[in-house]
């Protein structure tokens, strides 16, 4: 009799196991069904752009300066000099987007002082390792300020004429960059470009570029540049460039010109320094304009800034780009200019200026000594 009692307690146990394992499997599967279809939808919202993440890989930035100048032997003004906006795009984690857009002078249009500009407008592909190719409308990487000219970059209300009248700033072309890292030393890039190239006005480089308006690709530019940022604050490179005929045709011969530049600079404990030194060589002028042959210029810089907001500069520049006279050979054309003042930030990336100009110019009365204020910003 006990022994039926204790078989009918055991089954009746086992039963009621049974009934409840059915029942926790019943719940854990409709959890996991629950589970997997937030799992799809998340992976659903990720995959397909909605308003609050179609634009989650592009970015928006900008720079903008004006100025004022108050300046001998030139008119007062002021000046909204550049507005300038920048978009780009991450396609993959290998192809991106970079374009700028520039307004100058405020306002353009026919009979209007200003432009608008495509600046930049180029894709990058980073192929293998730290090495890229670009593609499109690019900043030449000559100099200092060609391809990092943000206010807040550079001290005094304008860019150094040095880098203005002789490279010039700011430069770009339609062309092909392969650019990056040169493996096994630390600091040490590279960069190589096919592009269009200036077209000279009477062998003038400053008013020779193309802007990638219907540019004349008839004879291509080829540049070879090398940077090497290898040591805490220092900043060394050069470039060379080769335009089989910078005249475009223009010329009743071929124009062969070659750019050659070099800089050197060092930032320590607030100090910095800049040297840069840039000539040209052109083939083959005409009678009136074989004195524009050889155009050079260089600049030496030295800043302290003694507390974040505050840093004060001096810069001695020289260049000689033969545009004072057309006719004849000038005997004294060399251009000085002196600049010294003080960058206000009001935060690392606003900035207020005062640049103090002193001049001498071969034109005796045509010097522009006095003193311009300026703001500047980049986000």
Do not use: C
């Not at 300020?145 to 700033?169: Q, W």
């Not at 040169?182 to 890039?189: F, K, Q, R, T, W």
């Not at 800089?263 to 607030?270: D, E, F, L, R, V």
């Not at 083959?284 to 800043?303: S, V």
Request: net charge negative; hydrophobic share 40%; glycine share 8%.
């Amino acid at each position: 009799m006990l022994k039926k009692l204790a078989l009918a307690m055991l089954s009746v146990s086992v039963a009621n196991i049974a009934v409840a394992a059915d029942v926790d499997l019943a719940q854990l599967q409709a959890q996991l069904k629950a589970q997997q279809a937030q799992i799809d939808a998340l992976v659903a919202a990720v995959e397909k752009p909605t308003a609050s993440n179609a634009f989650s890989n592009t970015t928006l930035g900008g720079y903008g300066e004006a100025q004022y100048y108050n300046f001998e032997n030139a008119a007062q003004q002021y000046d909204a000099y550049r507005f300038v906006l920048f978009v780009g795009h991450k396609f993959s984690d290998t192809v991106t987007l970079q374009s700028e857009v520039e307004l100058e002078h405020a306002i353009a249009g026919e009979s209007q002082v200003g432009e608008i500009e495509l600046e930049q407008m180029y894709l990058n592909w980073n192929y293998a390792g730290k090495q890229h190719l670009a593609v499109g409308q690019i900043l030449m990487p000559i100099g200092f300020l060609n391809e990092t000219h943000e206010p807040e970059t550079f001290y005094g209300t304008k860019r150094n004429p040095v880098e203005s009248a002789i490279i010039p700033t700011t430069w770009w072309e339609g062309a092909i960059k392969a650019h990056g890292l040169v493996a096994g030393v630390e600091g040490l890039s590279y960069n190589a470009l096919v592009s269009t190239g200036l077209k000279t006005k009477n062998g003038t480089i400053r008013s020779g570029r193309q802007k990638g308006a219907k540019a004349t690709a008839e004879d291509l530019a080829y540049t070879l540049g090398v940077n090497y940022r290898g040591v805490a604050g220092l900043d060394v490179g050069a470039a060379y460039q080769l335009q089989k005929d910078i005249g475009q045709g223009t010329a009743a011969m071929t124009n062969e010109a070659r750019l050659l530049e070099a800089h050197i600079g060092y930032t320590w404990n607030g100090f910095s320094t800049r040297a840069l030194y840039a000539q040209w060589d052109i083939d083959d002028l005409a009678a009136a304009d074989a004195h524009k042959a050889k155009q050079e210029g260089y600049y030496l810089e030295a800043a302290y800034k003694p507390i974040e907001q505050v840093g004060v500069f001096a810069r001695f520049s020289a260049w000689d780009n033969e545009a004072v006279s057309t006719a004849t050979n000038s005997a004294d054309s060399k251009k000085e200019q002196w600049n010294y003042g003080i960058n206000y930030y009001l935060t690392p990336r606003a900035v207020l200026k005062l640049d103090i100009q002193e001049q001498s110019l071969p034109t005796v009365g045509l010097d522009e000594d006095g003193f311009s204020l300026g703001m500047g910003y980049s986000f």
